[in-house]
Every structure is written in structure tokens, then in C-alpha cells.
């Protein structure tokens, strides 16, 4: 007698932005009695691979098949078992594996060298990133650069006064890109057209000493500039040992007011808006650890909280999942050999729900590996990804299948929910027929349902995964 065959199959979460929430959809089945064979056909997306898994019980499932995804729709058969029950079930999930890299795009500036900070997908499908081409202190200059969405340049736009200038994020608005960075030494809040990258306008600040301006997040007032003041260490473009600092700007970056957050962080690296409150990460007095605040618009400081061991905690990453639970990442020396990132997801009220330290995805001597973590990104499943550099910087040197580990590469990794690993990759310039050390600055997740990546290759590099 031949069995019989049905099918469940397990659905997407609802979406978190734009990316990475497709439901899968079972769009028709159709049973071939003379091959006892179950056609499927079922919503996919080119570049994923998705696996059919069967069951006789529900218990339990094994793979069947791989099916690769195509436009829209894609169809597979699958076999009735060849002994066994009257009955037997099949689902359709998405593979998890590390994703491929698709393409590489590079765009540099006037100066010696680029290196970018941060990168996102715009509204109309293209790219934004910005961070500086020359050195501090003398020839960094601010550099934006746009791209289409398959990487390749429509604008570039470099500002600058004298040698200590700062890219460091962006936001995007209805009629523009807002740039936060330092322009000769204050802090900096720029606005450019979407079209062109023309300045519509162009302010700085002196909040004190050595200062800039990290992150931007938009208020019913205006816009609130996140970063620092005081810096003892200005030409360091990531922890400057400085005094965390908050500013309320209009929405021609004109100013309104400023305060001191020093009590709680040393420098105010990201904020994210939630509800009618804004979340603000960063480290404190000596990077010590993780910081974080929960703030009112206007400023009052609703909770604050700390994470971290006992040695170096380096808080770069910061977002929010769709249920308002926190993620944060960095690098950490607290209970490791070396460097490791060390990401955390929090509850909306700032209680630790889990912690994940990885690194060394190579399996070099851990002791001389450093792995950098400065972008992060939730995801729909309620897990996240990450953006790192894996390397060293010592006279040691060794090779594990013909990988060097004097030659940097971008590290990402992707966790569920519940801090699993779901997938680690590494990626690195030969892929694209290059010899360069690279190290991933920032990511985000697009609309296809793959990420792109800030790539420091020497100059920006816009590293595109495939979806995942």
C-alpha cells in the first residue's frame, strides 16, 4: 500500500524591517501516484538554499534534499519513503549556513588611505557609508560614499578643515543623509542631499576640548547627537578616553542644549530610539565595560546598567529587536587569551537574557589573535549578526591550510534567539583575486534578505553576502 504524504512546513517570523522576514509559503502540491511522489511548490528567493526535511512521527526530522531557491517560486519532488507507516510528513525550512560573498565594490578618496565606520542600506536600495580618507591629525578629511545597489559609485563627497576631521555614522531622513563626525577638532552634524551629496548644510559644535559627535537619532524637537568631549586621546578613532557627552540639536543642526553623561559612560557611541525613549551604548572610564543608559527625549536618565568581567570591555554595536530587546557587541579581554567579540542580548528593561563570547575562527594559537567586533544587527528570529576583524598584530605567524594568520579577514557571526552560534564565516581578499588584509568595520542587513558589509580593504569596501 503506498503511503500516504503530508505536509507542514514552518513559517518566517513577521518582519523586523525590511530584510530577512519573508514568510515561506507552500503555494501548491501536487501527488504523482505512478512515481509515489509529492510535488512542491513554495515561495523562495534566489541565492538561498533551502532544506526539506521529513518525519513519519513528527518526533523528529531528517534532511530529505536540498532545493536552491529561484525567483518567487521554486518546486520540488520529494519520494515516498520506501517502507514504513501510512503516513509521513515533510517540512521546508531555510538552510542555515554561512552565506556567499556576491561581489566587492571599492571606493577610495584623495587621501593615502579610506577606512569606513559605518554602512547602510538607503531607501532607494543603494548604499551609504561614511568614514575618513587620509590619517588623524593631518590628513583626515569626513568622506560619504554612495553606491547603487549593486555596489557601484553614483557619489562621493569628501569635507574637511585642516587634518582632524571624522565620518562616523549616518542617518537617513525624508530629504536627506545626516553625517555625525568632527570637523576640526568639534563635533559635527552634517546634512546632504540624497542626489547629489551636496551639503544642504554644514555645523559644528564645541562641546569641549577634543570632541565629536558619534551617532544621531531623530526627536519630536529635533535631532540628538551622541559622542564625546575631552578627548585624552583624540587621534584614536574608536575609544578616545574622553567624557560621554549628549547634545539636542534642531533639525538644521543648530543647537539647543548639551549635557554630560560621564557619570555613566565615557563616550556615548550609539543610540537607537524606543518608543519615546532612546537607548544610548558605549564604555566606560577606561573601557572598562559595557555601558548603557534608557533616556527621556529631553534628557532625564530613566536607567543605566554595565556588563563586562574583569579586564577590557569594548562596547561598538548596539540595536534593538522588533520585541524592544537590546543587543550589544564589541571586543573583550575579560576571561580570554586575546581579544574576542562578546555580544549580549538584553530584555527591554536592560536584564541580561544572554551572553556569547567567539573568536578565532581560523584555529590559530589564540594567544595572538585578535578578533574586533564594531557592528551589529538583529534579525527577525530574534538573534542577531555581527561584524569583526580576525587577525594578529605580533612577530608570530603561523599558516593552517594554507590561511595565514598575518592576513586579516571580515568575521561574521550569526546567532538565534537564544545565543546559539547558528553560523561563523570568514572572508577575505582572495576571494576577489586580492592580497589585502581586511577587517569588517559595520554591517547591516537588506531588503533581499543578505547583508552588506563596511570592509576595511584600504579603501571603502562594500562586501555583499548573499541571502541567508
Not at 574583569?310 to 557587541?329: A, K, N, P, W
Request: hydrophobic fraction near 35%; glycine fraction near 12%.
Amino acid at each position: 500500500m503506498k503511503a500516504k504524504l503530508y505536509l507542514c512546513f514552518l513559517m518566517a517570523m513577521p518582519s523586523l524591517t525590511k530584510a530577512h522576514c519573508d514568510s515561506l509559503e507552500i503555494t501548491d502540491t501536487s501527488w504523482e501516484s505512478s512515481s509515489s511522489a509529492l510535488a512542491m511548490t513554495f515561495t523562495s528567493k534566489p541565492g538561498k538554499i533551502y532544506e526539506v526535511q521529513g518525519s513519519p512521527d513528527l518526533a523528529g526530522f531528517s534532511p530529505v534534499t536540498d532545493v536552491a531557491g529561484a525567483s518567487e517560486v521554486v518546486q520540488t519532488t520529494v519520494a515516498a519513503p520506501s517502507a514504513g507507516g501510512d503516513q509521513y510528513f515533510f517540512k521546508i525550512q531555510e538552510k542555515l549556513e554561512a552565506p556567499n560573498a556576491t561581489w566587492l565594490g571599492s571606493h577610495g578618496g584623495t587621501r593615502e588611505e579610506s577606512h569606513g565606520h559605518y554602512i547602510m542600506e538607503c531607501e532607494d536600495g543603494g548604499f551609504l557609508q561614511v568614514g575618513e580618507t587620509g590619517f588623524l591629525p593631518n590628513t583626515a578629511r569626513i568622506l560619504v560614499v554612495k553606491t547603487n545597489s549593486l555596489g557601484q559609485l553614483i557619489w562621493k563627497k569628501e569635507f574637511y578643515s585642516g587634518g582632524h576631521n571624522l565620518g562616523n555614522s549616518s542617518l537617513e531622513v525624508s530629504d536627506g543623509y545626516l553625517i555625525a563626525g568632527a570637523i576640526n577638532r568639534d563635533s559635527a552634524i552634517l546634512k546632504l542631499n540624497k542626489e547629489t551629496g551636496v551639503a544642504i548644510f554644514q555645523k559644528t559644535h564645541d562641546n569641549g576640548g577634543v570632541d565629536a559627535f558619534e551617532h544621531l537619532a531623530q526627536t519630536p524637537a529635533g535631532i540628538l547627537a551622541v559622542g564625546y568631549r575631552n578627548a585624552e586621546d583624540p587621534d584614536n578613532t574608536f575609544f578616545t578616553y574622553a567624557q560621554g557627552h549628549i547634545t539636542f540639536l534642531d533639525n538644521d543642526g543648530g543647537f539647543l542644549s548639551s549635557q554630560s553623561i560621564n557619570n555613566y559612560m565615557s563616550q556615548g557611541y550609539r543610540i537607537k530610539q524606543a518608543g519615546l525613549d532612546y537607548i544610548i551604548a558605549g564604555q566606560t572610564e577606561d573601557a572598562l565595560e559595557y555601558s548603557l543608559i534608557k533616556m527621556t527625549a529631553t534628557g532625564a536618565i530613566l536607567w543605566n546598567k554595565t556588563f563586562g568581567g574583569d579586564r577590557e570591555d569594548h562596547c561598538f554595536g548596539l540595536d534593538l529587536g522588533q520585541d524592544g530587546s537590546i543587543f550589544l557587541t564589541g571586543h573583550t579581554l575579560s576571561g580570554t587569551a586575546n581579544w574576542d567579540t562578546y555580544t549580549i542580548k538584553l530584555d527591554s528593561n536592560g536584564v541580561k537574557l544572554w551572553e556569547q563570547v567567539a573568536g578565532n575562527p581560523r584555529g590559530f594559537n589564540p594567544q595572538w589573535i585578535h578578533d574586533e567586533t564594531w557592528g551589529i544587527k538583529a534579525s527577525c528570529d530574534g538573534g542577531c549578526i555581527i561584524s569583526a576583524g580576525t587577525g594578529d598584530e605580533y612577530r608570530y605567524s603561523a599558516q593552517i591550510g594554507g590561511v595565514s594568520s598575518d592576513q586579516w579577514e571580515a568575521y561574521i557571526v550569526k546567532y538565534d534567539a537564544n545565543g546559539n552560534m547558528e553560523w561563523q564565516a570568514t572572508y577575505n581578499s582572495n576571494d576577489f583575486g586580492q592580497e589585502d588584509s581586511w577587517a569588517a568595520e559595520d554591517i547591516d542587513l537588506t531588503s533581499d534578505g543578505g547583508a552588506i558589509i563596511a570592509v576595511d580593504n584600504g579603501q571603502f569596501g562594500f562586501l555583499k553576502l548573499a541571502p541567508f
